[in-house]
Structures are given as structure tokens and as C-alpha cells.
């Protein structure tokens, strides 16, 4: 499955009355893009208002418990569902992100990033990577959350989900902060220069890894070229579109969340 980010009301989110990027593109062009879920079926946008109704209650409702969990005077609710607004979304896609879950590990554990990934590549099948995940580092991107709330604390919880379903949340200031440290670490770039890593051409593969000879010179017929990224520059790329998600979320009081 492929990964979106989204930044924007839960009430839309879990409605699905949003588009993905490559939904949007696919119709400006005039094509017709159905999204389908793991079991293969269509995924269709809740038209009924009373059932969007239940799922703002259910959200407004899950969102008062979270705050019920933090010892500080929190807002309640924590951010307005009952109207709605604009959102955020583009695609870093697996291949991206990972590239910025593996820089992040590699920067934590003081290790020289690899120059370049190959297409299909898992981030979080890396040696590196999990060994950082395994020291439990307070970093949200080594955390596997994917979701983080519009609340003022730099905090990784584990609580149930909108869906009852366990797993680590985490905050927009905490995700601004982590990005703004690799930023200092790594590139000291302004604004301009991180939405430019925004750019489809870091897709595009920089080299070709051929398959190795048998006894040096037989070619295996089971292996096939293997296509390379640069490291850095995918992890660039995702870095552009989760900065932008985050500027959405603080100005709009939103969560941020990976879409998969």
C-alpha cells in the first residue's frame, strides 16, 4: 500500500470526504482514480450527515479522553470538529519517508547514511534502523506513530486510537521540533530551500545497480537492475512534505497523520 500524508479534521479524514494527491491529479487530467483498501474493495466517502455526525461525536468524544490523560490545563476539546476546513495532503510514498525514518536513525546512532536505496526498498527492514528503534529513542519518527495532535507538549503516549486499536501518538510541536533539529544538524536551510525539496525529479533514479555475474561473466536470468535513489534527496523530499503539513496543522490547530 502506498503512504499519504494528511493534515486536516479527523470528522473528514475517517468520513473520507478527502482526495489524496493522486486522486486530485488524476482528475485535473480527466481520469477517474478509485482508491482501494487492503481487502481490494473500493473506499467510498460518507455522504449520509447523520453518520458524519456519529463520527465528529466519536472523534470530539476520543479527543476529550486524550486530554483527560495529560497533566496540563489543555483546551477542551483539544481542536474544533464541528467545522469544518481546508486540509493538507501529498504523497512521500514509502520509499521517501523511509529515506527520512533511515537519516534520522543513522544521524541517531552517529552512522554514515548510505548514498543510495534501491526501488522497493524497506527502511524498516535496516539493520540501523532497528537498532534505533530498539533503544527507544523519544523521536516520534523512530516511534512508528502516525499520528500526532495539535496539543503543546513534546510528548509520545500510547493510548488507543479513534478505533480502540493501540499504538504510539505523538505531537505536532513534538514533529516540529524533530524537524527542525535535523534541519540545524544537517543543512541549516530557510524556508524556500526546504519547500523546494519538494520536486518529483528525487523519484526519478539517479543510477542503475546491475545484477551480479555467476563465475563473472553469466548473467543471472533471476535478477533484474535494481533502480537508485539518492538517500539524502528522497529524505529531503519527505522532509518538504511533512515541514508543509506541519505549518497547515499549527495554523489550522489540526493533527498531522500517515495515511496507508
Known amino acids: 500500500m502506498g503512504l499519504d500524508i494528511y493534515s ?40 449520509n450527515k447523520k453518520e458524519i455526525e456519529q463520527i465528529r461525536e466519536a472523534i470530539t468524544e476520543w479527543a476529550n479522553f486524550i486530554a483527560a490523560t495529560f497533566d496540563l ?40 547514511l548510505p548514498e543510495y536505496i534501491e526501488n522497493g526498498w524497506n527502511a524498516f527492514e535496516d539493520s540501523i534502523v532497528k537498532e534505533a528503534k530498539k533503544k527507544k529513542i523519544a523521536n516520534s519518527l523512530l516511534y512508528d506513530v502516525s499520528l500526532w495532535l495539535p496539543i503543546p507538549d513534546n510528548a509520545i503516549f500510547v493510548v488507543p486510537d479513534p478505533f480502540g486499536d493501540e499504538r504510539p501518538i505523538s505531537t505536532v510541536s513534538l514533529l516540529r521540533k524533530e524537524l527542525e533539529e535535523l534541519n540545524q544538524k544537517l543543512w541549516k536551510a530557510d524556508e524556500a530551500t526546504i519547500l523546494s525539496w519538494r520536486n518529483n525529479k528525487y523519484y526519478v533514479p539517479v543510477k542503475i545497480k546491475e545484477p551480479k555475474l555467476l563465475f563473472g561473466f553469466i548473467r543471472r536470468t533471476d535478477k533484474t537492475p535494481k533502480e537508485q535513489y539518492r538517500t539524502e534527496e528522497l529524505a529531503q523530499c519527505a522532509y518538504s512534505i511533512l515541514y508543509q503539513a506541519v505549518i ?4 489550522h490547530q489540526v493533527p498531522v497523520l500517515l495515511d496507508y
Do not use: H
Open 8 to 47: 486536516g479534521k479527523l470528522t473528514r479524514y475517517y468520513s473520507r470526504n478527502w482526495k489524496t494527491i493522486t486522486q486530485q491529479l488524476s482528475e485535473e487530467n480527466g481520469y477517474k482514480c478509485m482508491m482501494i483498501n487492503g481487502c481490494g474493495n473500493a473506499i467510498e466517502s460518507v455522504k
Open 73 to 112: 490545563p489543555l483546551p477542551t476539546p483539544l481542536w474544533d470538529e464541528t467545522t469544518e476546513c481546508d486540509y493538507y495532503t501529498d504523497k512521500p510514498d514509502w520509499e521517501a519517508f523511509g529515506a527520512l525514518v533511515m537519516l534520522q536513525a543513522y544521524l541517531s546512532l552517529n552512522c554514515p
Open 248 to 251: 497547515f496543522a499549527e495554523k
